[in-house]
């Protein structure tokens, strides 16, 4: 006869194997650590969001009409209208 242990629900108390036990306890932290992860991930990419006029695109040298030019230090100044 395999070890029993008592899991405690709210309102019920059962008898059950100590494996059993064990694979609801893994569950539920494998559960809860991949919702606070995917709470980490959610949070960078609502505060990490890029603005309207600025991509990656728009800066590598040939400027899109929208997008403001940026300046590189080991390039020439810009020039001034």
């Known amino acids: ?3 029993k242990t008592t899991l405690v629900l ?3 108390r ?8 064990r694979v609801v ?3 539920l932290a494998v559960g ?3 919702l606070v992860a995917l709470g980490v991930i959610a949070g960078n990419a609502m505060l990490t969001t890029r ?3 600025c991509s990656k695109a728009s800066t590598n040298g040939s400027p899109s009409s929208t997008a403001p030019t940026l300046w ?4 020439s100044p810009p020039s001034s209208p």
Request: charged share 20%; proline share 11%.
């Open 32 to 34: 809860l650590t991949s």
């Open 51 to 53: 603005k309207a006029g």
């Open 14 to 21: 059962f008898s059950v194997p100590k494996v059993f036990k």
């Open 1 to 3: 006869m395999a070890d």
């Open 10 to 12: 709210p309102g019920n």
């Open 25 to 27: 306890q893994v569950a």
């Open 72 to 75: 590189r230090p080991w390039s």
